[in-house]
């Protein structure tokens, strides 16, 4: 006797249950039509036709790019609508589920819509049905959209709902506002909440004239933003560190940064970053208030056309710095090793306001950073003066820091002057140049 169809269905479907999910699903699919069920796939457009009643085609849409603060901003407007009213969620792209994303802020989370479809019927959301498409994307410079679909008499009500989805996201979900945050080096542009740890002005030892150049260049967009705004002379400003490796270039800026927070946001590009996504951060501040955005190792992408130079970095970075695209209340901190080697156009006033050269400590200050780094072993019997004197010349603070870690990892924590001073003598903590080939 032969099984009926829906034996043969099950039987074929128990048989290969263990089979790969290519294999399963085409079983699944076998037992259906034998069985004479019929699967329901509901398609991004199909769940669109169904609730507007109307060909995709026919429709009318409002369309928004989203960057990538703002699409976290929006996915949390969205979220409060779709709990207040109810409303039907669908794919927004072929069949895939509505997906939501864990927001990392470090004191907290929050979850928010990524990819989504929700229809809204007549009064609720807007005053006529609306479906609101949010939708990610992988590969492109604008990492959402946000579109919201509508019959064609009723677009008014579709850039009305547009209209409050971004005006409530930038007012009341701000998540990013006043953190410090590092970009992603790859398009589309993510920010992610980071910290800096501790350390304040305290931690450094520079210059009275350092400080006061710094102070002066954060009046434009603290003590003196209003004024200079009211003269109609702009808050924008630009700060190069220049100086050798190892002189406090980004212990400096980080201490700003730190100062900041809160009421500024902080952006920390690193060159791999500011290499490709510079345009999309300079984007990120129009949602992100007042910003601070530190540029690091700027020689290593903003190179000398003169000198052979190519590439998008340094044609972005003239762009967003007083360029084409305008921005307002943003300093941006960049440091480098080489300044010569930055383009003419970059260090020009506008871009970059205020060059401040940092040169290794002299010998009053390297007796400062040594009782610091000393300090914290409590009380010690070293000279610090007599150290200092020992030490040859172009000596930098992270040079200093070593000299005390390798006392450390060689003697412990009982250190003395002649500890100290055999350890300069040695010149381990020296980097050694490389000699010879190497694979």
Known sequence: MLPDDDDLGLALARRLSAEPADVRRAVALVGEVLSGGSRSTVTANGFVEAHLELPHTSLVSELVELTNTRAISVGAALADLVEVHGAALGPVEDDEPPTWQRIDLLDEHVSVPTSTAAFFPAGTAAAADVVVQLAQHEYAPQPASL???????????????????????????????????????????????????PGGRDDLV?????????????????TRAELLRDLGLGTNRGVLLA????????????????????????IIVDASAASSVLRQVYRETADLGPSVVVLEDVDLYLGDRKAGARGTALADF???????????????????NDPAA?????????????????????QEACEAILRRLLGRFGETAVD????????????????????????????????????????????????????????
């Open 384 to 439: 610090c003066t007599a150290l200092a004197r020992q030490l040859p010349p172009g000596v930098t603070g992270a040079d200093l820091r070593e000299v005390v870690r390798r006392s450390v990892l060689g003697h412990g924590a009982n250190l003395t002057t002649e500890v100290l001073q055999q350890v300069v003598r040695e010149g381990r903590w020296q980097p050694a140049a490389l000699t010879g080939n190497y694979l």
């Open 147 to 197: 579109r919201v679909l509508s019959r064609p008499g009723d677009h008014a009500a579709a850039r009305g709902l547009v209209d409050s989805l971004l005006a409530t996201a930038r007012r009341d979900k701000g998540f990013y506002r006043g953190r410090i945050l590092h970009a992603d080096a790859h398009l589309p542009l993510k920010l992610k909440p980071t910290a800096l740890g």
């Open 318 to 336: 003239l762009a967003v710095l007083d360029g084409t695209e305008e921005y307002r209340d943003v300093l941006t901190i960049a440091s480098t």
């Open 206 to 222: 520079l210059p009275a004239a350092v400080w006061a150049e710094i102070d002066a260049n954060v009046a434009a967009l603290t």
């Open 342 to 362: 930055l383009d003419a156009a970059a260090t020009r006033s506008a871009r970059f306001d205020a060059v401040i050269h940092l040169a290794p400590p002299d």
């Open 243 to 266: 100086g050798p490796p190892g002189v406090g270039k980004s212990a400096l800026s980080r201490v700003v940064a730190r100062e900041l927070a809160g009421d500024f946001t902080v």
